[in-house]
């Protein structure tokens, strides 16, 4: 079992940066890939990033590439989510997932087993 914290969530202005964390317990944290998603009000969930176990695969989506970075720190069960240049478009609660051991890193949602409650990231224009 595995559960999952985020912080570091707020109000921002457009082009402002906020660092999202999310905090893991359990022992499986470094063999299993973690995820970033976000809901946005009246919109689906959408893959945001995600990190392979070691750190050395990492996938965005088009919507956040060259914006946003994952990282991750194995040794404090953390994953980061640093975002930079925000737009009022990332307004949104951001989700951090991860999967089981073995399973490949992915940006379907469904491929994730653990969730956590999600934190609030607002972007004022």
């Known amino acids: 079992q595995v559960q999952l914290v985020e912080s570091g969530g707020g109000l921002v202005q457009a082009g402002g940066s906020l660092r999202l964390s999310c905090a893991a317990s359990?022992?499986?944290?470094?063999?299993?890939?973690m995820g970033w998603f976000r809901q946005a009000p009246g919109k689906e969930r959408e893959f945001v990033a995600a990190?392979?176990?070691?750190?050395?695969?990492?996938y965005y989506a088009d919507s956040v590439k060259g914006r946003f970075s994952i990282s991750r720190d194995n040794a404090k069960n953390t994953v980061y989510l640093q975002m930079n240049s925000l737009k009022a478009e990332d307004t949104a609660v951001y989700y951090c997932?991860?999967?089981?051991?073995?399973?490949?890193?992915?940006?379907?949602?469904?491929?994730?087993?653990?969730w956590g409650q999600g934190t609030q990231v607002t972007v004022s224009s």
């Open positions: 990190i392979s176990w070691s750190g050395g695969r990492i």
């Open positions: 359990g022992r499986t944290f470094s063999s299993v890939a």
């Open positions: 997932a991860a999967t089981v051991p073995g399973r490949a890193t992915s940006t379907t949602d469904n491929d994730y087993t653990y």
